[in-house]
Structures are given as structure tokens and as C-alpha cells.
């Protein structure tokens, strides 16, 4: 059955054990599944990619069945998911499991679907869609963060937040962790200093990416890498965005060996280190030596070279670079 996405915070969630969340907003998606679902079942929540599952799935369906997962109920968000997963979803809503509770997310799904065709016609299964926010939408959650943190900022200024972030609700709300982060010391804000701290929309999957490599978080890099098919100015631009992050992480790996004490070094970092980043920061001061980092500096600043020389090679020489810093062992060159 079709339940709208403002309709699910009054609907029985308790009686539906199975869900498919689809569309173009993954923002409002994940904001549902944060606000509404994690409060409920919050104990054991596990993420799993459709193509994880369905390169194991005689492991995933043993777990289930068997109840290994968890000692007692189940909460399980399938990522990135299409028509491939709907036999193996339907093999398990008609084995009748207790205790479970399914949320499938996938992207655009077109009315010929047959994913999307199941959830809506059983009656025992949830499908809802996530329409792309509108200006209004966008405008009330930045004016609705503004009034709770007591934040003054004119119109212009609001717009201008809006246009950054592409329209894309979990941009906005990064945006004004940052805003707020920046007023803490400061009683107002201006439009060159939110042209300063805001980041265009297409600079976040960039950021992200570099982040995580710099983490060595093997996963969550290569999911990024497969999902983007870069050209030569967006490979250029990974590299820049190494050059700027290195060089920051260059400057707190020097203060750290002064003071050997990683949140002070953190807390005092220009331009601030934001606490979405802090954990991400931590974990590449302990992957990164100092002389490992100046390593990488200097390869990145030889790479953004080559590519510039041969265009046709920037993905190879952007994506071998990445996956070589992953597998580059801790405090070594």
C-alpha cells in the first residue's frame, strides 16, 4: 500500500514490518528513517548494500531465519536497492519472521517498477515516495533552525543557502551546523562570510571522498569511487581538495607532536574543525606520519601535473592514487 511521507509519523508501525522508501530525496529519507523509525527500533539497527546481500545470500537468509542477527528484534536498512532484491524480500514477508522489521531504500523507481509495483499493491507492505523539496520546504527547515538557535539572518542571506546547497535538505543542515558553529563566537553574520563558510553543492561527494581515503575507510571510499564517473576538472578538483586537506593535516600532525594532545590540538585548528569532522580528523592524525603526509603532498602536486598533460588518464591516475593511499600501511612511505 501507497503511505505519503507525511503520513507515516501517524501511521501503525508497529503492525508493518516491511518498507520501501523511494525517490529522489535521500535527505527526507534519511530524516524519516532518524526521527521516526531509529527512536522505536533503535537496538539493533544493521545496514546492509543490495549487492552485499545478494553476492551472500545464503548468509543473509541463514542470519534471518535462523535469528542470528540479534537476540531479539531486527532492524534492517537495505541501501541502493532494485528489482534484483524483490524474489529474496518476498521469500522473506512470506515466511512470516517475527521480530523484524525491513526498510528498503532505493532511488527513482519508474511506475513499471516491479519493486516499487509490489510494495504498492500488497496490503502487509509499505511504499512510500520522496518527492524532491520545493523552495518552500527548504525555506520553513532553514527558518525553523534560525528561530530555534535564535539565529537573525535577512532573506537574501537564506536564499543564498539554498542556491549552495542545490536544493538537497542534508547539504542545508551541514550548512547550518556550520553557521551556527561559526556564531558561537561572533553576534552576526554576513553574506561574505557565508560566501566563505558554505560550500557549493558539488563540492560535498568530493569532500566526502577525500575524507574517508584520508580515514582509510576502505568501504565507504569505494562506494563513492563506483557511484561517480568523474571528468578531468572533477579529478583536478579531488586533487586540489587532497592538497587543501593534507595541508591542514600537515599543520595539526606539527602541533600535535608538540603537544600530544589530540582534542586540544582539534579544538584550537583555524578555520575550526567542524564535530561532523572531528572523529573523521582523529582517525588520520593515527593513519598519517608526518612524513607520510608530506609524501602525499608531493604526489598529489605531481598528479594534478600529469592529468593536465594527459586528460584521457585522469581517472585511472585519480583512482589508482586513491586506492593506493588505502592500501599504504600506517606511518609508512
Known amino acids: 500500500m501507497i503511505i505519503k511521507s507525511h503520513e507515516l509519523s501517524r501511521f501503525d508501525k508497529k503492525n508493518t514490518n516491511y518498507y520501501l522508501f523511494y525517490g529522489s530525496n535521500l535527505g527526507l529519507i534519511e530524516e524519516t528513517i532518524s526521527k521516526i523509525f531509529k527512536p522505536i527500533f533503535s537496538k539493533n539497527i544493521v545496514y546492509h548494500d543490495e549487492t552485499e546481500i545478494l553476492n551472500n545470500t545464503d548468509q543473509f537468509k541463514e542470519a534471518i531465519f535462523n535469528k542470528s542477527f540479534f537476540e531479539n528484534d531486527k532492524f534492517i536498512i537495505i541501501n541502493r536497492a532494485s528489482n534484483k532484491i524483490l524474489d529474496l524480500i518476498k521469500e522473506i ?6 521480530d523484524i522489521k525491513i526498510i528498503i531504500k532505493a532511488g527513482v523507481l519508474e511506475k513499471k517498477s516491479k519493486l516499487r509495483s509490489y510494495f504498492e499493491k500488497e496490503k502487509d507492505v509499505v511504499a512510500t515516495p520522496f518527492y524532491e523539496d520545493n523552495y518552500q520546504s ?18 537574501e542571506n537564506i536564499n543564498l543557502i539554498i542556491e549552495r546547497s542545490k536544493g538537497n535538505r542534508t547539504n542545508i543542515y551541514n550548512e547550518l551546523e556550520k553557521i551556527s558553529s561559526y556564531l558561537r563566537s561572533k553576534k552576526n553574520i554576513n553574506l561574505q562570510d557565508l560566501l566563505k563558510l558554505t560550500n557549493l553543492a558539488e563540492d560535498y561527494n568530493v569532500s566526502e571522498l577525500v575524507e574517508q581515503c584520508l580515514s582509510k575507510n576502505v568501504k565507504k571510499t569505494v562506494n563513492i569511487l563506483n ?18 586537506k593534507l595541508k591542514r593535516l600537515k ?3 606539527i602541533n600535535l607532536e608538540n603537544t ?23 582517525q588520520q592524525l593515527n593513519n598519517w606520519s ?3 603526509i608530506k609524501f602525499l603532498l608531493n604526489t598529489v602536486n605531481d598528479l594534478e601535473l600529469i592529468i593536465k598533460k594527459n586528460n584521457q588518464i585522469s581517472n585511472y591516475v585519480t583512482n589508482n592514487f586513491i586506492l593506493e593511499s588505502l592500501r599504504t600501511p600506517s606511518n609508512l612511505v
Open 93 to 98: 514477508i512470506e515466511s512470516q519472521i517475527e
Open 138 to 155: 527548504l525555506s520553513l527547515i532553514i527558518q525553523n533552525f534560525l528561530r530555534v538557535e535564535k539565529i537573525n539572518i535577512s532573506n
Open 251 to 253: 599543520i595539526l600532525k
Open 227 to 244: 557511484e561517480n564517473n568523474q571528468n578531468t576538472d572533477e579529478n583536478i578538483l579531488i586533487l586540489r581538495s587532497f592538497l587543501g
Open 290 to 292: 608526518l612524513k607520510n
Open 260 to 282: 600530544r594532545n589530540i582534542d586540544e590540538v582539534i579544538a584550537s585548528a583555524k578555520p575550526p574543525i567542524f564535530w561532523k569532522e572531528k572523529n573523521l580528523v582523529k
